[in-house]
């Protein structure tokens, strides 16, 4: 998925099983790619959003052409590469930007 120049905000389910994804918005003016991972508890999910460059924005697109039904390893290969060691923008049960 390319980012689409005339919208504002893009947002992407990698797995749905496992939740997993990327997106961007625009903030003043320039925009913010990011990746999200959750963990779920029953009902609820904890979900860490951070920001990534518009390289691995790029990367991720390539790897996941489409939505997948993952399992937690796979979720949690895509947590080490794309969330963890990243500014977090945003974390917090059933929260997501």
């Not at 029953?42 to 990534?52: A, C, K, L, P």
């Not at 997948?68 to 947590?79: G, K, M, N, P």
Request: aromatic share 16%.
């Amino acid at each position: 998925m390319k980012p689409d120049k005339a919208g504002e905000y893009v947002f992407r389910v990698i797995s749905n099983q496992v939740r997993f994804g990327y997106g961007y918005r625009t903030v003043e003016g320039k925009r913010q790619y990011f990746a999200w991972h959750g963990y779920p508890n029953r009902n609820d999910d904890f979900f860490t959003t951070s920001e990534i460059s518009e390289s691995e924005f790029d990367e991720i697109a390539e790897k996941y052409p489409k939505e997948i039904s993952a399992d937690r390893e796979t979720a949690e290969v895509f947590r080490g590469r794309y969330v963890d060691g990243h500014k977090v923008i945003l974390e917090g049960w059933n929260r997501l930007l």
